[in-house]
């Protein structure tokens, strides 16, 4: 039986698991979860939660599992995890392929102010001369902004966070995408938004904000995408489930 492990937590790694199902019912899913969303949304097959131990553990799990195709379709912003995967697949000969979802094409009206980390975005703020943002970035990258005393932040996040927020002045939002590009006008409206902060994730399911953003006429400082590891790599479902098709049929 062919076995496939795909790393996920993304809305990609979802259709990518509803698509094999549809088209190799055969074929034996698991899907491994780091365990950073309490609900996370899955697809069908089998479920792991938690980490493996590093490159050594994923590659032994690999080998003892007998997994076939590896398909690394984390967040872009998990530069670890992809790292790992891709250290690992090699050392177990396993074929391996990086989903990577679009990025958001810059158009016509866009006012993007691209930085390198949340500490860059801190200081984009302060030279834009920001006083009410509007914040999509992890809880783990807020502390970067504490110095911003004079800023009210409007904060949106799936789960609330284990930490009080470091801001003095801001709003919480609990939401999960996709969100509408008219629900994000009016958020930064009623929240009078001068900035928007957000990672380079791209993908459909947040894309309203940037298009809101635009016709607002609200800058958008975008946190850069960290490098991707080498290998097979492809934006989309299908393309990933073409590969494995020919790829394991090689084998």
């Given at each position: 039986m062919t076995r496939l492990l795909i790393l996920g937590g993304t809305t990609e790694a979802v259709a990518l698991a509803q698509?094999?199902?549809?088209?190799?019912?055969?074929w034996d899913l698991v899907t491994s979860l780091a365990g950073v969303t309490r609900a996370p949304?899955?697809?069908?097959?089998?479920?792991?939660?938690?980490?493996?131990?590093?490159?050594?553990?994923?590659?032994?799990?690999?080998?003892?599992?007998?997994?076939?195709?590896?398909?690394?379709?984390?967040?872009?912003?998990?530069?670890?995890?992809?790292?790992?995967?891709?250290?690992?697949?090699?050392?177990?000969?396993?074929?391996?392929?990086?989903?990577?979802?679009p990025m958001w094409p810059c158009q016509s009206g866009d006012h993007w102010v691209a930085v390198d980390s949340p500490a860059g975005a801190s200081q984009a703020l302060q030279e834009l001369g920001a006083r009410s943002v509007f914040m999509t970035l992890g809880r783990r990258d807020l502390d970067a902004f504490t110095g911003l005393?004079?800023?009210?932040?409007?904060?949106?996040?799936?789960?609330?966070?284990?930490?009080?927020?470091?801001?003095?002045?801001?709003?919480?939002?609990?939401?999960r995408g996709p969100f509408t590009v008219e629900d994000e006008e009016t958020l930064i409206r009623d929240h009078g938004i001068d900035a928007l902060v957000?990672?380079?994730?791209?993908?459909?399911?947040?894309?309203?904000?940037?298009?809101?953003?635009?016709?607002?006429?609200?800058?958008?400082?975008?946190?850069?995408?960290?490098?991707?590891p080498g290998g097979p790599a492809?934006?989309?479902?299908?393309?990933?489930?073409?590969?494995?098709?020919?790829v394991l049929h090689e084998r």
């Open positions: 698509a094999l199902h549809d088209q190799h019912p055969q949304v899955t697809g069908p097959g089998r479920q792991r939660q938690g980490g493996f131990g590093g490159v050594a553990g994923l590659a032994d799990y690999l080998r003892d599992e007998g997994i076939d195709g590896l398909i690394d379709a984390t967040h872009p912003f998990a530069a670890t995890m992809a790292g790992h995967a891709e250290q690992a697949a090699r050392q177990a000969d396993v074929a391996r392929i990086k989903l990577v979802r005393t004079d800023t009210r932040f409007t904060v949106r996040m799936i789960e609330p966070p284990d930490e009080t927020l470091p801001f003095s002045r801001a709003d919480l939002i609990l939401a957000t990672k380079a994730s791209g993908g459909a399911a947040t894309h309203a904000k940037v298009i809101a953003a635009r016709n607002l006429s609200v800058p958008v400082v975008m946190v850069a995408r960290p490098e991707m492809a934006e989309s479902v299908e393309e990933v489930v073409a590969w494995l098709e020919s």
